[in-house]
C-alpha cells in the first residue's frame, strides 16, 4: 500500500486525499446497502492508524446522512486528531477509551446491544497478530456475548486478519460485509481468512487505473458480468450461437460428459456435441436427448488406434467453435492416444477448454504448454494443480493467487483454478477473482457443469478471459440461489446446470433495466 501512495504521490494524489476518497466510499457503499439512515444506529470502532481514519471520515458522512453514530476510540491516536475533530462537527459523538490500562466492554456493551450496524476501523493492513492487550481481552468479550442484532462492516481487512498471510487471530472480528480499500489483498483470496471476510466489496478510492499496479486483482461483480454477456438478436438461429464439441466420458464416468453438454446448452451455446466410446452413447443419449454425437469406436488391431479416433474427431472439429476435452475421459492407453493425437498436436484447434482427465493426462508430459494453442483454458481444482506444478496442495492453497498468476504467464494458458473464491488469471499478468465460497459445491460433477458453462460462453465469445469470467461467476451465482433453497449440501449437479439459464435472465435483466 505504501509504494501505491508513493505512486499516487507522484500523481498530486495525497494520501490525505485517498483516505478522504476511502470514507466517502465507504459510507457510499453502507448507505447503498443498509437502504434509509434516518434514525439507523451505528457503532464505529476506531483504531489509531489509517484505518481509523478511513472509519472516523465514513463516520462523518454517515451522520450527515442522517444515521445517529458513535465511534469507541479504542487505540491512541495522533493529537491533534484532525479527522475526529471533524467528524464530531458533522454529527458523531464519541468515548474515548484507548488510554485505558483494560478496555472494560461492559461499560459500552449497550451500545453494542442497540446498535444496528458496527463498523470495524481497528486494524488495517499494516496490524501484525496476535492481537494485544487490552484489545484482545475487549474483543474476545464482544465475542463472547454474542450480540447477533447488528451487521458488521470490517474497513478492508476485518480486525484480527493479517492481510499478507490470510491467518487469523482466535479474536478476530467477523463482518458481513468486508469493503476493500482500491484493489483486493491476499487475505481476501486466500484461506482461511478469504472465508472468514463475508461478502467482500471493493471500494473505489481514486487510484488512477493507469498505475499498473499488478500484485492484486480485480472481483467478478454482477455489473461486470452482465456486461459482457453475449448479445442475442430475437431474429437468430442456433447456427449464430456456437458449437461445443465436448471429448469425454468412460465406463465409470458416463455422466460427466453430458452434464458438461447440458451446461454449455443452458448458456444458450447452439449445438453441443459430445465425442465418446461407441458403447456409451446409448446411455448417453437417454441423459442429454438434445446433444448429438460422434461414435467412437476403437479397432484394436491397429497400432495405435486412439490415433485414429483423434482424426476422426479432427474431420469434423472445424464446424465447432470450441473442443472441451477431459470429462470423464480416463486415463487409460487409448484416452491418453486421442489426446496426444488430437490436442498436442500441430493440428489447428478451436477454443481449446481442458478439463478433469486432460489435466492429468497433461501433467504426464513434459512442457506440455508449449504444444498447447495460446490462451486455451486449463480448469483445475488444487489436486489437478498439484499435479500440474509439482507443488503440494497446502502451498497452492496459502496463495491462489500468486500461483494462478505465475502459471498462467508461464504457460501461456487462461488458469481457472477452482475452489473457495475461484481465481481466473490470464498470460499477460491479469487476475480476476469469484467472491463466491459455497459448500454447496462440494459435490460429485459441478467442476464438469463449470467446465461446460465456460465451453458454452467461449462458443459465443472471441474472448477467452470473458468466457472463463462468465463461466465462473455464473457457476457460483447458480450455486447461491440454490443454497437459498435448500442449505449448504444436498444439490444435484444436473440442479445446477439447470439453475444457469434463470441466473443468466437476472445478469441481463440487471444489465437492461439497473439493479433492484
Not at 438 to 449: E, F, P, Q, W, Y
Amino acid at each position: 500500500m505504501r509504494e501505491l501512495e508513493a505512486k499516487c504521490e507522484t500523481l498530486g494524489i495525497s494520501t490525505n486525499q485517498l483516505m478522504d476518497n476511502a470514507g466517502l466510499s465507504i459510507a457510499e457503499k453502507i448507505s447503498k446497502i443498509m437502504g434509509v439512515l434516518k434514525g439507523l444506529k451505528i457503532l464505529a470502532l476506531v483504531g489509531s492508524g489509517n484505518n481509523g481514519a478511513d472509519c472516523l471520515i465514513a463516520s462523518g458522512h454517515l451522520a450527515r446522512w442522517g444515521a445517529s453514530v458513535t465511534a469507541i476510540i479504542l487505540k491512541q491516536r495522533d493529537q491533534p486528531d484532525l479527522r475526529l475533530d471533524e467528524a464530531v462537527r458533522m454529527g458523531v459523538s464519541y468515548v474515548d477509551r484507548s488510554s485505558e490500562r483494560e478496555i472494560s466492554f461492559s461499560s459500552v456493551e449497550i451500545l453494542f446491544k442497540e446498535a444496528h450496524l458496527i463498523l470495524d476501523g481497528i486494524l488495517g493492513i499494516g496490524a501484525t497478530l496476535p492481537i494485544r492487550e487490552p484489545l484482545k481481552t475487549f474483543l474476545s468479550e464482544f465475542k463472547s456475548k454474542e450480540i447477533s442484532k447488528p451487521k458488521i462492516f470490517s474497513i478492508d481487512v476485518p480486525s484480527g486478519a493479517d492481510s499478507d498471510t490470510s491467518e487469523l487471530d482466535v479474536s478476530a472480528i467477523k463482518p458481513d460485509v468486508t469493503l476493500a480499500l482500491g484493489f483486493l489483498k491476499p487475505c481476501h483470496v486466500n484461506q482461511p481468512a478469504s472465508d472468514f471476510c463475508g461478502e467482500i466489496s471493493v471500494c473505489d478510492i481514486g487510484v488512477p487505473s493507469n498505475l499498473g499496479f499488478q500484485s492484486y486483482a480485480n472481483l467478478m461483480s454482477d455489473e461486470h458480468i452482465s456486461s459482457i454477456l453475449p448479445v442475442r438478436d430475437k431474429f437468430s438461429h442456433k447456427g449464430r450461437f456456437g458449437k461445443v464439441m465436448v471429448v469425454g466420458g468412460s465406463d465409470n464416468y458416463i455422466g460427466a460428459p453430458a452434464l458438461a453438454a447440458s451446461s454449455a446448452l443452458k448458456t444458450g451455446a447452439g449445438l453441443a456435441t459430445i465425442a465418446s466410446y461407441d458403447n456409451l452413447i446409448p446411455t448417453m443419449g437417454t441423459l442429454i436427448p438434445e446433444a448429438t454425437f460422434v461414435r467412437l469406436k476403437p479397432d484394436k488391431t491397429q497400432l495405435k488406434p486412439g490415433s485414429n479416433l483423434a482424426r476422426q474427431i479432427f474431420e469434423i472439429l472445424g464446424n465447432y467453435n470450441v473442443l472441451l476435452i477431459g470429462c470423464g475421459f480416463g486415463v487409460s492407453k487409448i484416452s491418453r492416444e486421442i489426446f496426444e493425437s488430437l490436442v498436442l498436436s500441430d493440428l489447428e484447434l478451436p477454443q481449446l477448454v481442458l478439463d478433469a482427465d486432460a489435466l492429468n493426462l497433461l501433467s504426464k508430459v513434459s512442457n506440455w504448454w508449449d504444444r498447447l494453442p495460446d490462451n486455451s483454458i486449463v480448469t483445475p481444482h488444487p489436486a489437478e494443480m498439484s499435479r500440474l506444478t509439482r507443488l503440494s496442495v497446502s502451498e497452492i492453497q496459502s496463495d491462489r493467487l500468486a500461483v494462478s498468476k505465475k502459471f498462467a504467464e508461464r504457460w501461456g494458458v487462461i488458469v481457472v483454478l477452482k475452489g473457495a473464491n475461484t481465481v481466473v488469471s490470464t498470460p499477460n499478468g491479469n487476475s480476476i477473482i469469484s467472491p463466491v465460497a459455497n459448500s454447496i459445491l462440494s459435490s460429485a460433477g459441478t467442476g464438469d457443469v463449470l467446465a461446460g458453462i465456460i465451453a458454452g460462453f467461449a462458443a459465443q465469445l472471441s474472448d477467452p478471459l470473458a468466457a472463463a469470467s462468465l463461466g465462473v461467476h455464473v457457476h457460483g451465482k447458480s450455486a447461491a440461489e440454490l443454497s437459498i433453497k435448500m442449505g449448504s449440501s444436498g444439490m444435484l449437479a444436473s440442479e445446477l446446470a439447470a439453475e444457469v439459464p434463470f441466473i443468466i435472465k437476472k445478469l441481463r435483466d440487471r444489465e437492461r433495466f439497473g439493479s433492484t
